[in-house]
């Protein structure tokens, strides 16, 4: 898996399913089992593939990781900029893959908004490591809404290099 090459780019037209199915498992194996049942059903009805043609319509940047042929990873960035949504295959994670598609998506947000400052995530418990290993810092308390347990994190945004 590590020797095979990875290809960054945004999502296309009719591949929304694979990208659902991706964050779906993920988010059921690491971060549902953590949530009460409202919560799991509030962030499922937040992912589906008519939601995500919707959100793109409103300007959300959605991108993957390909790798061999197959859907490793997925992120989605809305207006703010606030990054939605970012899950690595099990087998993909803490390999780069993640920050990688990060660095990419800040690199197609800052030619929309040359004057970036900073991204917003509203972490799950569980991956706060993962957003600080990219350099996010921890911006609040740890909130709860309609059952989603989060931490507000924010990213500096350096114009030269991508990030802090």
């Known amino acids: 898996m590590a020797d ?7 999502l296309a037209l009719g591949q929304e399913a694979g990208a659902c199915e991706l964050v779906r ?38 991108m993957a990781a390909w790798a061999g042929g197959e859907m490793a990873a997925y992120l989605e960035m809305r ?3 606030h990054l939605a949504l970012l899950f690595v295959d099990p087998n993909r994670q803490r390999q780069g893959l993640g920050k990688r598609l990060l660095a990419r998506a800040l690199e197609l947000w800052g030619r929309r908004e040359p004057k970036l400052e900073r991204v917003t995530v509203n972490s799950s418990p569980n991956a706060m490591a993962a957003y600080q290993s990219m350099g996010f810092e921890a911006h609040g308390e740890l909130q709860s809404k309609n059952g989603i347990s989060f931490m507000p994190m924010h990213l500096a945004v350096d114009q030269g290099r991508g990030h802090n």
Request: hydrophobic share 40%; aromatic share 10%.
């Open 4 to 10: 095979q090459v990875i290809e960054l780019r945004a």
């Open 25 to 62: 498992r993920v988010f059921t194996r690491f971060v549902a089992p953590q949530f009460p049942p409202e919560g799991v059903e509030e962030f499922l009805s937040y992912v589906n593939p008519q939601a995500l043609v919707e959100r793109r319509t409103q300007g959300n940047l959605q």
């Open 79 to 81: 207006e703010g900029p």
